[in-house]
Nanobody, 114 residues
Framework: QVRLRESGGDSVQPGGSLRLTCSSS???????VGWFRQPPGKERVGIAK????????WYRDSVKGRFTLIQDRAKNTMYLQMNDLKLEDTAVYYC????????RGQGTQVTVSS
C-alpha cells in the first residue's frame, strides 16, 4: 500500500478557493482513487471518486460544479480544486488510494468561516 499525505488545508471565507494536494509514496492504483471529508461531529463521506474503468469522476451532489479532482500520475500526486467554498464545506479532508477511503492519509483541515 502507498502512503498518502494531504496538504493545503486552510481557513478561508465563504466564496473562496483552495487547492488540496495529495502526495503519494508511489503510484496510485489503477482502479479507483478519491477524496473524502469528515465534518465536525459527522461521519466521513466520499466527495469525489475517479473510476479508471469508466474514466469518469463521481462527485457528491453538495460539491458538484464547485470541486474538481485532478490527477498528475507522473508525479504520484492528486489534487482537489475547491471553488466557491461554503460554510458547510468545513471538514477534515482525506485522499484515498481506493474508493472506500480505507487507505487514506492523516487529513488536512479546511475551515470556511466569515
Amino acid at each position: 500500500q502507498v502512503r498518502l499525505r494531504e496538504s493545503g488545508g486552510d481557513s478561508v471565507q465563504p466564496g473562496g478557493s483552495l487547492r488540496l494536494t495529495c502526495s503519494s509514496s508511489g503510484p496510485f492504483n489503477d482502479y479507483c482513487v478519491g477524496w473524502f471529508r469528515q465534518p465536525p461531529g459527522k461521519e466521513r463521506v466520499g466527495i469525489a471518486k475517479f473510476d479508471s474503468a469508466t474514466g469518469q469522476t463521481w462527485y457528491r451532489d453538495s460539491v458538484k460544479g464547485r470541486f474538481t479532482l485532478i490527477q498528475d500520475r507522473a508525479k504520484n500526486t492528486m489534487y482537489l480544486q475547491m471553488n466557491d467554498l461554503k460554510l458547510e464545506d468545513t471538514a477534515v479532508y482525506y485522499c484515498a488510494d481506493d474508493c472506500s477511503g480505507e487507505n487514506r492519509g492523516q487529513g488536512t483541515q479546511v475551515t470556511v468561516s466569515s
